[in-house]
């Protein structure tokens, strides 16, 4: 069993070596490649109304977090006080 695993192993090496595969360019990225490959954030104005009602009846429970709804926004509260938004 060891043997067909080794025998497997050796071939798998032999093709990759003898495809032509080039080494990767590295872990930096040009931007516009970067956008593509990550997810922006999701701006507050996407949230729709039922949304951030919810995020306020979340937010309602806490004292700390109401008051600072009250000053800084729902975002912003629900943000500091329970993470990221959910949805």
Known sequence: MKTIVLLFLA??????LS???QDSP???VEREEADTLVRPK???TELTLTQLESLMEVC???VA???MMDTA???AAYTAHYGPIPF
Not at 11 to 16: E, F, I, P, T, Y
């Open 11 to 16: 071939s798998l090496v032999a093709v990759c």
């Open 19 to 21: 495809s032509g595969i």
């Open 26 to 28: 590295g872990v930096f």
């Open 42 to 44: 999701r701006a507050a």
């Open 60 to 62: 309602e429970v806490d």
């Open 65 to 67: 977090c109401e008051s």
């Open 73 to 75: 926004g729902i975002i």
